[in-house]
Each structure stands twice: as C-alpha cells, then as structure tokens.
C-alpha cells in the first residue's frame, strides 16, 4: 500500500526558504506513469496546487508560484523536496504531497498534510 508522509519545519521566518520532503513507501517515485505533486491550503481557503515532478524527473509548476519554486527528487530515498523561497506570510498552510496518474487531473494518493506557519 503506497504511503506519503511529509516532513519539514513547522516554523519559517519571512524572507527564509521553505523546504519540505515527501517520503513514498509502497511504490518507487520512478515508476510510469506516475507523477508527484505538491499542494497546499492556507487556512480558510482552498486548495492550490505547487508544482509536479514527473516519474522521468521533469518538473512543471503553477504560474502564480514558479518564479519562487523547485521541486526535486532523491530517487535513492525515494523521497521528493519542494522548495519555496522568499515566503511571506501569506504562505502559511497546511502543505500536501500527493501522487497522480499521468494524464488525469485527480490525485490518486495524498500524504496527512503538514502546517507551515510563516511568521517572525
């Protein structure tokens, strides 16, 4: 049974960079066609999809947050990292690692979640 857990800081100051890691269990990061995402909600608010790393190791990510993410993979850990940088508070929220099909627009698989609070 395939398992995500996120894993990070609780805390980042604004202006630092925030930096989470998913660790997968039960399945390999590169295996096709599956690609691993990073989502987000701030609190009282929806969902807001980061950014993808494909099983291959391409990554895209959203336009409103591109200039400010990275998204990269240890295949050795089987983990994958997001990399937001120049947070403000704004950023706060409860920050998700998922895994989806290639192809599809839903998430088959999601880690518990994990709060990032922004603030000095």
């Known amino acids: 049974q395939l398992q995500l857990q996120e894993s990070g800081p609780g805390l980042v100051k604004p202006s630092q960079t925030l930096s989470l890691t998913c660790t997968v269990s039960?399945?390999?990061?590169?295996?096709?066609?599956?690609?691993w995402s990073w989502i987000r909600q701030p609190p009282g608010k929806g969902l807001e999809w980061i950014g993808t790393?494909?099983?291959?190791?391409?990554?895209y990510y959203s336009p409103s947050l591109k200039s400010r993410t990275s998204i990269s993979r240890d295949t050795a850990k089987n983990q994958f990292t997001l990399q937001l940088s120049s947070v403000t508070p704004e950023d706060t929220a409860v920050y998700y690692c998922?895994?989806?099909?290639?192809?599809?627009?839903?998430?088959?698989?999601w880690g518990k979640g994990t709060l990032v609070t922004v603030s000095s």
């Open positions: 998922a895994r989806k099909v290639r192809g599809s627009d839903y998430f088959i698989d």
């Open positions: 039960g399945g390999s990061i590169t295996t096709d066609p599956y690609y």
């Open positions: 790393i494909r099983y291959m190791g391409s990554s």
